[in-house]
Structures are given as C-alpha cells and as structure tokens.
T-cell receptor, first 115, second 113 residues
Framework: EAGVAQSPRYKIIEKRQSVAFWCNPISGHATLYWYQQILGQGPKLLIQFQNNGVVDDSQLPKDRFSAERLKGVDSTLKIQPAKLEDSAVYLC?????????????FGPGTRLTVT | GESVGLHLPTLSVQEGDNSIINCAYSNSASDYFIWYKQESGKGPQFIIDIRSNMDKRQGQRVTVLLNKTVKHLSLQIAATQPGDSAVYFCAENGGTGFQKLVFGTGTRLLVSP
C-alpha cells in the first residue's frame, strides 16, 4: 500500500512570498489532515477534511492560510503572505478505521524555511 | 487551552534495556490516547493506542499504561534497540471522538549500542 505523498520536501522562501504544498492521501482514505510542526514541538492540527468538506479549521490562520480538497482526494495548503514564524514542517495525514479507532497515517512532510 | 505534556525531554538508554516514556495529560474529557514515533525527516508513525476503558494494552515489544486517576500515560519499550531511537509523542483526543488529536511536545529516546 502506497503511503501519503507530499511535495515538495523542502522549500525556502522570503517573508511576504507565497507558497503551496501538495498532498496525496492513501487511496480510499476519506479523512485528510494538515498539521504544522514547529521544531521541538508536536504536530498541531491546522485543518481536517472529510471527503471534500471541511470538518475543523479552527486553528487555521485564515488571514494567510488556505486549503482545499476539491475532488475529495488530493489537497493543497497555501500560505500567502508567509511570515518568519511560519517556518515549520507541514505534515499531511489521512486516516482509516483500524483496531480501536481511526488510525492516522502521516506523510514525510514539507520543511518550510521563511527568511 | 488544555494540552498534553511530557515529563522528560530526552531519555538515554543502553541497548537491551527497557525504556519508559511518560506523558501527563490535562484534558479530563480525553478518552482515547495514542503513542507515535517520529524518526528524523519522517512523519509520525503509529505505535499503539488505548481507550479510557482500558488500563493497559500490549503490542509487539511495547506496552501502554493509562492511569486516569492521575491523568498519566506511559509507553514501555522492552529490549530497546538502536532502531528505537526517535522522538516519541503522546496524543489525546480531548473527548472529540477518534479523529481529532492533540499532540504533546515529545520525548527524544537515544539508544546506545
């Protein structure tokens, strides 16, 4: 089974520029998540999709971050304009029911550096 | 807001020892907990989970213990191997079902040969 794919793996931009990240979840997984992981911290949920609908975006800074999942499969996360504090790893995950509950499978992440 | 935290930021052990990684949680509404392992440059990987109606759950070389009285979670790794070196996160659901997770800050496990 192929895992969650993300691209690019690394991105360096200057503040005030825009950037987009792409995620392709595991086939058949209806739920997709974007997390922000700042160095030395645990992942923080930004947005959760169920198929192509948003379930939770309460922690998404909507003045600069946007995300979409138009066909209920792959997803993009955009930052415009970027700030220095956006430097982090952006993780995408998808989930399926297994064992006790829904297990989230994570992609390798995109490491963003804002200079 | 309520959060999940860890007692030890770094744990160093010798190969073959048993490791215990601890986690304190503060959201009493949480009823589902997971341990994840994250190796450098990779996303978190599911290790083991437990529901609040359990005190203990065992996997392959790993055991999770849940003490709801003191809101404490621990991960025990038996016969620790160099390949176990990673950052370990506990996560809780905040009582929101089984799909939304709040992660702690992590403990780095270093295994010496």
């Amino acid at each position: 089974e192929a895992g969650v794919a993300q691209s690019p793996r690394y991105k360096i931009i200057e503040k005030r520029q825009s950037v987009a990240f792409w995620c392709n979840p595991i086939s058949g997984h209806a739920t997709l998540y974007w997390y922000q992981q700042i160095l030395g911290q645990g992942p923080k949920l930004l947005i959760q999709f169920q198929n192509n609908g948003v379930v939770d975006d309460s922690q998404l800074p909507k003045d600069r971050f946007s995300a979409e999942r138009l066909k209920g499969v792959d997803s993009t996360l955009k930052i415009q304009p970027a700030k220095l504090e956006d430097s982090a790893v952006y993780l995408c995950a998808s989930s399926t029911y297994r064992g006790l509950a829904y297990e989230q499978y994570f992609g390798p992440g995109t490491r963003l550096t804002v200079t | 807001g309520e959060s999940v935290g860890l007692h030890l930021p770094t744990l160093s052990v010798q190969e073959g020892d048993n490791s215990i990684i601890n986690c304190a949680y503060s959201n009493s509404a949480s009823d589902y907990f997971i341990w994840y392992k994250q190796e450098s440059g990779k996303g978190p990987q599911f290790i083991i989970d437990i529901r609040s109606n359990m005190d203990k759950r065992q996997g392959q070389r790993v055991t999770v213990l849940l003490n709801k009285t003191v809101k404490h979670l621990s991960l025990q790794i038996a016969a620790t191997q160099p390949g176990d070196s990673a950052v370990y996160f506990c996560a809780e659901n905040g009582g929101t079902g089984f799909q939304k997770l709040v992660f702690g800050t992590g403990t780095r496990l270093l295994v010496s040969p």
